[in-house]
């Protein structure tokens, strides 16, 4: 069994920064790539950022790029979405998801494992 279990999500003011939290559990997640995703009210869950097991390979969104960076403790199988700039438009539930190998990273539809989401909410 695995379970992903997100956390750090809030309500914060345009240009603030949080720092979601996404911890693995049931078994270490060996070669899998860990990423985030985010959905908002009438849209499609879309990527924002992956990151694949060494940590020497990351990407993102465009509107992720230079405001986010993921992270990862293979240690404490935890995953980070450090999250600066924060504009309105990121407000959206947030979802963490691992999937085995660092392939086909930005479709969610591949991704095996989801938590149930943190809500981010950017107040203007």
């Known amino acids: 069994q695995v379970q992903l279990v997100e956390s750090g999500g809030g309500l914060v003011q345009a240009g603030g920064s949080l720092r979601l939290s996404c911890v693995a559990s049931?078994?270490?997640?060996?070669?899998?790539?860990m990423a985030w995703f985010r959905q908002a009210p009438g849209k499609e869950r879309e990527f924002v950022g992956a990151?694949?097991?060494?940590?020497?390979?990351?990407n993102y969104a465009d509107s992720a790029k230079g405001r986010f960076t993921i992270s990862r403790d293979n240690g404490k199988n935890t995953v980070y979405l450090q999250m600066n700039s924060l504009k309105p438009e990121d407000t959206a539930v947030y979802y963490c998801?691992?999937?085995?190998?660092?392939?086909?990273?930005?479709?969610?539809?591949?991704?095996?494992?989801w938590g149930q989401g943190t809500q981010v909410t950017v107040s203007s």
């Open positions: 990151i694949n097991w060494s940590s020497d390979r990351t």
């Open positions: 049931g078994r270490t997640l060996s070669n899998y790539a």
């Open positions: 998801a691992a999937k085995y190998l660092y392939r086909d990273w930005s479709e969610y539809n591949r991704y095996e494992y």
